[in-house]
């Protein structure tokens, strides 16, 4: 098909969104559209649920939890851990002010506060018994309503602190654990909730700042113009203030749930895949500048050529981020609708709102270093009186990579995939973690305050698990104490609690000897089930695991590692059959849907295995947060997957009318460029999650980052047009390949 058939065929609809008059209705309708939605419905930031359930309502732990609020209401709340501690030994005159401030709480309670020990009616002496060994650390509760959010829980624990200052005249929260002045650390579940929350609000500022000051600067180094800088920044915006409201009504409606974090990498992800999208037009447009003198021509040759892998790269990461809707976990479902809308409403706006833009401003796009053709050059510099420039050669066919590529394939095959499978081989050695207070800060509150418990008593007493058994009255609590109490991992076991409503049912507060968080805690769960469970048989109790729970933070984690590990091994061939199926459609070839299928799997893992060497090795961490993964792969694979569409387009319009050598060539080269820079610009908006304070979003962005690396410089412009060289025709199997045996002239390749 010729330039001015395939034009033709588009300028329906280039004219619709980009025509002399229709870009101004395009524009408007965009204006339009935001403000009617912005005035009528709410925005997405104010419908977040940050203490949006993660678990399933079957999972072991919400069902106990279910039972200690029914059986074991008083104390069955959320616990803020006050640890307080002053180097030498706590005084007397400490211990006053913490029964005074327990006083108050029972007199006049926080906002949401569930219960508090009697602590204000005990002398200073009977405290004392509660020390730690060295006279130096106490530790009191106050439990908080469940179903308070880590904001109302922040409010609540900030009154805490003001009446905390009050009473002792001075501010505890802001002393030195080292120091010999009292200092306070709240901790424990609520502690580290809300710090966690301030941590991702903080982050969200920030992120967003740094995100748009990196995109600006990446496009005014790639462009050097003022104009086409702002142009997918304007885009950017446009989309996010229809995607928002979208999302606020859909969430105040009650049919999705949004949460801080889910909005903040949204947003991140707008600004890096949206300006990618931008730049695969906005290429396309410079360069056919160059050899069309009218700008409606060229921008719809533009359009013509560069929508269609826009729409399927969209398309792609819209159906890969909605596989998400699949998993169990809360977590990973809550990002499912936010991202893939975004990703919908930004495709649109990349096809209409951005070719009507570049139609508006045209060449001054690109101001002050304006495309133009030969012959313009020659006019302009004839009108200023200056000598013609001379022309530039634009035979690209063996030159640059795509040179390189096509004359050694069998090589760049074998070291690309030799170093890539290297890389993969570390992630097979990568460990994981679930505990979250290794993302925290060192100097956070809730991890010193945990660090504090862990050196003066148990670290189980940050978060001590509930076990509930129904004796059905044939088991004796005594005797099932002694028995938890010989379990090797068990730190130390309450006496037994009768259920308010049946009570047979017996509780028991038990504390563990590891980090409540940790890996080795979280295994203690089934063991202890199946323990207890067991002892249950002994005495003559029929279906055992019907008539045993466990509640609390370790075992909430135990099922959210057990949750998500299902949503991994489901959602990821899922993600890899829809790519796979969505490659078939647009390529028709089995071929080449297999190996760039094969290639951004590979490339994944290799950024896996990078991303660890970089994490364990050079940064010192022990292991990575376990739901890292599943994210970085469904970013990974469907992003990745853009750059190949991109190019791997261009070589299949290529051989229609050119040699496949020289369409892989020219192919290569033509889109090296644009992906380099789109690739560059989607790094660093995920590396700038690298250098926020939270290591599960550091550990997110490095791998990520790494990721779009391999495939901007690794595999995109070496290892997949090699693979199709070494293939042939073959690559375009069952499809028919339509051989040109003849190379275009310079002059006629050099405009695609």
Not at 308 to 318: K, L
Not at 416 to 432: C, D, E, R, W
């Amino acid at each position: 098909m010729s330039t001015k058939e395939r034009v033709k065929g588009m300028t329906g609809y280039g004219k619709w969104v980009a025509g002399s008059k229709t870009k101004w209705i395009t524009l408007l309708v965009w204006i339009a559209v935001v403000g009617a939605l912005t005035m009528l419905w709410p925005a997405v930031n104010s419908q977040v649920d940050n203490n949006a359930a993660n678990l399933p309502e079957d999972s072991q732990s919400v069902q106990a939890a279910k039972i200690s609020e029914r059986e074991f209401p008083t104390g069955s709340g959320i616990p803020a851990l006050l640890v307080w501690h002053r180097e030498g030994g706590l005084t007397e005159k400490d211990l006053t002010h913490v029964g005074a401030i327990y006083n108050k709480l029972t007199q006049e309670p926080l906002p949401h506060q569930n219960f508090v020990p009697p602590l204000g009616n005990l002398p200073p002496q009977a405290l004392q018994a509660s020390l730690s060994e060295d006279d130096s650390t106490l530790v009191t509760p106050v439990l908080f309503d469940k179903t308070a959010d880590s904001e109302q829980l922040g409010v609540a624990v900030t009154q805490l602190k003001e009446m905390i200052r009050t009473e002792t005249g001075g501010d505890p929260t802001a002393a030195k654990v080292e120091g010999s002045d009292l200092s306070l650390r709240v901790t424990g579940p609520v502690g580290i909730s809300i710090d966690a929350t301030g941590l991702f609000q903080n982050a969200d500022v920030a992120l967003l700042m740094a995100t748009v000051i990196l995109v600006l600067v990446f496009l005014l180094l790639i462009y050097r113009s003022p104009i086409l800088a702002f142009i997918p920044l304007i885009a950017v915006g446009f989309a996010y203030g229809v995607t928002s409201p979208l999302l606020g009504k859909m969430a105040q409606e009650g049919w999705i749930t949004v949460d801080s974090q889910a909005v903040s990498i949204m947003t991140v992800l707008l600004f890096g895949a949206g300006t990618d999208y931008c730049l695969f037009l906005i290429s396309r447009f410079r360069q056919i500048l160059k050899i069309e003198n009218s700008k409606s021509r060229a921008l719809l040759r533009s359009i013509t050529d560069s929508s269609g892998a826009i729409a399927m790269s969209g398309f792609t990461v819209v159906l890969a981020l909605f596989a998400l809707l699949l998993a169990q976990s809360g977590a990973y479902h809550r990002f499912a609708i936010p991202f893939s809308l975004a990703i919908f409403i930004m495709g649109i706006a990349s096809l209409t709102l951005v070719p009507a833009l570049l139609a508006i401003f045209g060449r001054t796009s690109f101001f002050p270093f304006i495309p133009r053709t030969p012959q313009m050059e020659v006019n302009r510099a004839k009108a200023k009186g200056k000598p013609a420039p001379k022309v530039k050669s634009s035979h690209i066919r063996n030159r640059g990579i795509g040179g390189l590529v096509v004359s050694r394939p069998w090589a760049i095959v074998g070291v690309t995939v030799v170093a890539l499978g290297i890389l993969a081989s570390f992630s097979s050695g990568i460990k994981f973690t679930y505990d979250i207070l290794s993302s925290f800060p060192k100097d956070m509150e809730s991890r010193q305050g945990f660090d504090l418990i862990g050196k003066q008593f148990s670290p189980g007493e940050l978060a001590p698990a509930k076990l509930m058994i129904d004796t059905k009255g044939k088991a004796d609590g005594a005797d099932l104490k002694v028995m938890l109490g010989g379990i090797s991992y068990v730190d130390t076991v309450s006496d037994p609690q009768q259920g308010a409503i049946d009570k047979n049912i017996l509780g028991f507060d038990i504390e563990f000897k590891n980090n409540p968080y940790s890996l080795e805690a979280m295994s203690h769960i089934p063991a202890l089930l199946s323990t207890t469970e067991q002892a249950l048989l002994e005495v003559g109790i029929e279906n055992p695991a019907d008539n045993v729970w466990v509640s609390g933070q370790t075992a909430t984690q135990h099922d959210t590692k057990q949750v998500g590990e299902r949503d991994t091994d489901l959602i990821i061939p899922v993600v890899i059959g829809m790519i796979t199926l969505l490659l078939l459609l647009y390529l028709r070839s089995v071929i080449a849907t297999v190996y760039l299928v094969g290639t951004v799997i590979l490339s994944f893992f290799s950024a896996l295995g990078l991303g660890w060497i970089i994490i364990h090795y050079v940064l010192g961490a022990d292991a990575i947060q376990g739901a890292i993964p599943l994210y970085s792969f469904v970013f990974l694979v469907a992003l990745g997957e853009d750059y190949n569409i991109f190019m791997i387009s261009n070589i299949w319009k290529k051989r229609k009318k050119m040699p496949l050598k020289q369409a892989i060539s020219e192919g290569v080269n033509e889109t090296s460029s644009v992906i380099t820079s789109a690739g560059l610009i989607l790094a660093g908006t995920f590396a700038v999650l690298a250098s926020l304070p939270i290591q599960v979003l550091v550990q997110f962005g490095i791998i990520t980052a790494i990721g779009i690396l391999l495939d901007t410089f690794v595999v995109r412009p070496f290892l997949v047009p090699a693979i199709t060289m070494l293939f042939g025709r073959l690559a375009f199997w069952p499809g028919k390949h339509q051989e040109v045996e003849k190379p275009l002239p310079v002059h006629e390749s050099s405009g695609d």
